[in-house]
């Protein structure tokens, strides 16, 4: 796989997976970073951007804990639409991803 259709499959992903961590319970930005650059190697810079468009379409809502070791956490978590979001968003990968599975079974 060349690395432009890797990035390109990453991308498409992203939001896919940061609902998917979210659907787990709450988590602070630099732990879905980190879960995301572990997981799927999405660097940490995509992802806060992508938090901020979330938060503006209702997708999750956040709150500042404040923290004995330096700046307030700003947590994530989802919201009823996100939960739906991501719930639709699932079941759509696992069509496309399933149909690319069989495409692919059939030419070998």
């Not at 961590?21 to 995301?36: D, F, H, M, P």
């Not at 991501?86 to 069509?95: G, S």
Request: charged share 25%; proline share 4%; hydrophobic share 40%.
């Amino acid at each position: 796989m060349t690395d432009s259709i890797q990035v390109q499959l990453r991308k498409g992903a992203l939001d896919l997976c940061v609902l998917a961590v979210l659907s787990r319970g709450e988590n602070y930005g630099y732990e879905i970073a980190n879960t995301l650059v572990t997981a799927v190697g999405m660097g940490e810079g995509t992802i806060y951007p992508l938090m901020r468009r979330m938060q503006n379409d209702g997708l999750v809502a956040t709150r500042l804990v404040e923290s004995s070791s330096g700046p307030p956490r700003k947590y994530y978590r989802l919201t009823p639409l996100g939960l739906t979001v991501f719930e639709a968003h699932r079941r759509d990968w696992r069509t496309f991803a399933n149909s690319v599975e069989k495409l692919l079974g059939e030419l070998e």
